[in-house]
């Protein structure tokens, strides 16, 4: 085990005894529009209380994206971006420097989309080129499928407990603008194994990936963050308008994933590790 993994466990088993949380998070969200998205967050909304019960950190959660500001994030030594990424200068500009001055960071999925013309278009170069490296969206797999992942770095904190490959939950998966490969910047620490190809059903051709490199967790050497591009659900699509929305598959009921999610938690909000 790799000294700054050793010096982790100690740091959590001794925080409890304070009584105090051994850190607290922030999870932003915006849970609209998106079914697949919304049943992500729903899991969140369970999952992260349960661990945090666990592993003695405080979790917390807004949709107020205002929030984002320098009083309200000095209580935080985490913020997650569940689904969204923030819109308005001032939040980008509260971020930039949370994260510039030791703030910790986790996204999952749809907080790294960006594509011109949308909704999200890529119009905050910092995070998207600089921060996350991926730059835009390019394209995804579809229809979400479950995919067999390598682990790139297994000395991370955040994988020092994963095999070298594993099964994910179902995901619908991303393709970005940039090779994260090209940036001295971006330490890749999972990727899609090849084995999992062809990956998605279609039923478009381009929606099926058969070949390439595709990156799905990163971190950036140069702040506390990591991007996990797990977060999207399958959900009954032919009948979503119907109100029955019925989720066909769930990210966070995977026990390798799961630990790859919370070791990535509990480094980030270790402050003696980075």
Not at 55 to 76: R, V
């Amino acid at each position: 085990m790799s000294s700054t993994a050793t010096a982790a466990l100690i740091y959590f088993c001794l925080a409890p005894s304070s009584g105090r949380p051994a850190f607290r998070v922030i999870a932003f969200f915006t849970g609209k529009e998106d079914p697949a998205h919304i049943s992500f967050l729903h899991e969140a909304e369970r999952w992260f209380p349960e661990m945090a019960a666990k592993y003695h950190f405080s979790f917390d959660t807004t949709s107020n994206w205002h929030n984002l500001n320098a009083d309200f994030l000095a209580t935080y030594q985490v913020v997650v971006f569940l689904d969204t990424r923030p819109e308005e200068p001032t939040q980008r500009a509260a971020f930039q420097a949370y994260m510039e001055h030791g703030g910790a960071w986790m996204g999952f999925h749809f907080a790294g989309f960006a594509l011109t013309p949308s909704a999200y278009p890529a119009n905050w170069d910092w995070y998207h080129n600089t921060f996350l490296g991926s730059g835009s969206y390019v394209s995804n797999t579809w229809r979400p499928t479950s995919a067999i992942l390598r682990v790139e770095d297994r000395m991370h904190p955040a994988t020092h407990h994963l095999p070298e490959t594993f099964r994910s939950s179902p995901n619908e998966w991303y393709r970005w603008e940039k090779d994260l490969r090209q940036n001295p910047d971006i330490e890749i620490l999972l990727s899609i194994d090849s084995s999992s190809f062809p990956l998605g059903t279609g039923p478009k051709p381009h929606e099926i990936w058969h070949r390439g490199y595709y990156p799905v967790v990163w971190t950036n050497k140069h702040y506390k963050m990591i991007y996990l591009n797990m977060g999207h659900n399958d959900i009954d699509y032919e009948h979503k308008y119907d109100a029955t929305n019925k989720t066909l598959s769930h990210t966070l009921n995977n026990p390798t994933q799961d630990q790859l999610v919370i070791d990535g938690l509990l480094w980030l909000g270790d402050r003696e590790s980075f």
